[in-house]
């Protein structure tokens, strides 16, 4: 096999068209020439050249072993082994060991490009197109991928805390469609704000419904792998949450979401209202003062009268909940108020599962979906403010988002 070791490339044949195959060829040619060395440093003489004192019987090339695919993240090209006879020491080439078909750069890329959210079969179709139609993919690459994950993610979930200083968690109870929507579960999800203003995905776990039960499980689980008690806990209002931070951490203050607030309040508004409406009840969480929010609810109240009795009463229940937030710095009222923080990432994971629907098991899907927070944490930006985090987390006392002294307190009115 005649071997073409030029490095010179005619440019006047070069055009935008055939400039990615030409590049393929480079690179397999360069393959090759490199092969060819590894087998003559091995030898220890270049091809038709002898070694002095070593007859030819002792070690020689044997022609080339049947043509492979190698699949890089540049593309995927053919070469061919060189074969050695005569030698007790078997030839083991370490650029191109026996059964690599990829390198380890693409291994590393599946994931990524996978958790972006592509359907099985898209994912294979958009491989083939960026390495071309050779690269040896099938569906069990795909699903040891996910075998893989499973096993990182049951590592994850029994990682130590000790050490990870939380100061806010975002709490959720995420449905996601798919497998998990079938079997009636939603991902009970939690992400920690910590000391120094970054935040983290804590736990993601499977649960049939948002019970005390399930929230408690989770957060003693927290708690003995060494988290310690939050300042602020930020839910969406369900009284499984609620009762499970009793049991657990019941020092820990307790914040509703006021977007699933304000959604349930319109909810019990007629259509031909609900510019109005939005427009009052959307105001309140934005007052500077907790007296300024109480005298918005009363205002949006007086204007519910008699016809939206129901949307006046909901902003009564639980009150106390909705305006903890007041007791802490302003700069992270915007973060506070609602449980954006968990919901943001899942905007993503939900398209992505909604259009493959590729998940059948709970278990699978939990563990792909645990990998694609993790992609998205990598993007989370830090809380405003990050030094305020460190005044709360010693213990620091606020009133309408500003710090006092011991003594100086404002009683809200």
């Given at each position: 096999?005649?071997?073409?070791?030029?490095?010179?490339?005619?440019?006047?044949?070069?055009?935008?068209?055939?400039?990615e195959t030409?590049?393929?060829?480079?690179?397999?040619?360069?393959?090759?020439?490199?092969?060819?060395?590894?087998?003559s440093?091995?030898?220890?003489?270049?091809?038709?050249?002898?070694?002095?004192?070593?007859?030819?019987?002792?070690?020689?090339?044997?022609?080339?072993?049947?043509?492979?695919?190698?699949?890089?993240?540049?593309g995927?090209?053919e070469?061919?082994?060189?074969?050695?006879?005569?030698?007790?020491?078997?030839?083991?080439?370490?650029?191109?060991?026996?059964f690599k078909?990829?390198?380890?750069?693409l291994?590393?890329?599946?994931?990524?490009l996978?958790?972006h959210?592509?359907?099985?079969?898209?994912?294979?179709?958009?491989l083939?197109?960026?390495?071309?139609?050779?690269?040896?993919?099938s569906?069990?690459?795909?699903?040891?991928?996910?075998t893989?994950?499973?096993?990182?993610?049951?590592?994850?979930?029994?990682?130590?805390?000790?050490g990870?200083?939380?100061?806010?968690l975002?709490c959720?109870?995420v449905y996601?469609?798919?497998g998990?929507?079938?079997?009636k579960a939603?991902?009970?999800?939690?992400?920690?704000g910590?000391r120094?203003?970054?935040?983290?995905?804590?736990?993601?776990?499977?649960?049939h419904?948002e019970?005390?039960?399930?929230?408690?499980?989770?957060?003693?689980?927290?708690?003995r792998?060494?988290?310690?008690?939050?300042?602020?806990?930020?839910?969406d209002g369900h009284?499984?949450?609620?009762?499970?931070l009793?049991?657990?951490?019941?020092?820990a203050?307790?914040?509703?979401?006021?977007?699933?607030?304000?959604?349930?309040?319109?909810?019990?508004?007629?259509?031909?209202d609900?510019?109005?409406a939005?427009r009052?009840?959307?105001?309140?969480?934005?007052?500077?003062?907790?007296?300024d929010?109480?005298r918005?609810?009363?205002?949006?109240?007086?204007?519910?009268?008699?016809k939206?009795?129901k949307?006046a009463?909901?902003?009564?229940?639980?009150?106390?909940?909705m305006?903890?937030?007041?007791?802490?710095?302003?700069?992270?009222?915007?973060?506070?108020?609602?449980?954006n923080?968990v919901?943001?990432?899942?905007?993503?994971?939900?398209?992505?599962?909604?259009a493959?629907?590729?998940?059948?098991?709970v278990?699978?899907?939990?563990?792909?979906?645990?990998?694609?927070?993790?992609?998205?944490?990598?993007?989370?930006?830090?809380?405003?403010?990050?030094d305020?985090?460190?005044?709360?987390?010693?213990?620091?006392?606020?009133?309408?988002?500003?710090?006092?002294?011991?003594?100086?307190?404002?009683?809200?009115?």
């Open positions: 096999m005649k071997q073409n070791t030029t490095d010179v490339t005619d440019v006047s044949i070069i055009t935008w068209d055939n400039l030409m590049v393929r060829s480079k690179v397999q040619g360069f393959i090759q020439e490199i092969l060819e060395q590894e087998v440093a091995f030898l220890g003489r270049d091809r038709y050249e002898r070694r002095d004192g070593v007859a030819p019987q002792e070690g020689s090339r044997n022609g080339y072993a049947k043509p492979r695919k190698l699949t890089m993240s540049s995927t090209v070469v061919r082994r060189p074969r050695i006879r005569g030698l007790e020491e078997r030839f083991e080439s370490k650029v191109l060991p026996l078909k990829r390198s380890q750069e291994g590393d890329a599946l994931p990524e996978y958790l959210g592509l359907s099985l079969g898209d994912f294979e179709l958009a083939r197109g960026l390495l071309g139609d050779d690269a040896p993919l569906a069990s690459t795909i699903a040891r991928l996910k893989k994950w499973q096993a990182e993610y049951e590592q994850w979930r029994h990682r130590s805390l000790h990870v200083d939380v100061v806010y975002w959720d109870g996601v469609k798919a998990l929507e079938r079997e939603a991902l009970l999800t939690i992400i920690a910590l120094d203003g970054t935040k983290t995905v804590l736990t993601v776990e499977a649960g419904r019970s005390t039960e399930a929230w408690s499980a989770i957060l003693r689980d927290l708690k792998r060494g988290m310690n008690c939050p300042r602020l806990v930020m839910g009284l499984g949450l609620w009762g499970a009793a049991n657990v951490f019941p020092d203050r307790e914040q509703r979401c006021w977007n699933h607030r304000v959604m349930n309040v319109l909810d019990r508004i007629n259509q031909k609900q510019e109005v939005r009052l009840v959307t105001a309140i969480p934005r007052a500077e003062t907790r007296a929010a109480e918005r609810k009363k205002e949006f109240q007086d204007w519910c009268g008699e939206h009795q949307a009463a909901l902003l009564d229940h639980d009150w106390e909940r305006v903890t937030f007041y007791s802490f710095p302003k700069e992270h009222w915007l973060h506070l108020r609602t449980t923080i919901e943001s990432p899942f905007a993503v994971v939900r398209l992505r599962t909604t493959a629907k590729r998940f059948k098991k278990e699978n899907a939990t563990a792909v979906i645990w990998r694609m927070l993790l992609v998205a944490e990598k993007n989370f930006r830090k809380l405003n403010a990050p305020k985090l460190a005044e709360v987390a010693d213990g620091a006392t606020y009133s309408d988002g500003v710090q006092v002294t011991t003594g100086e307190e404002k009683v809200a009115a």
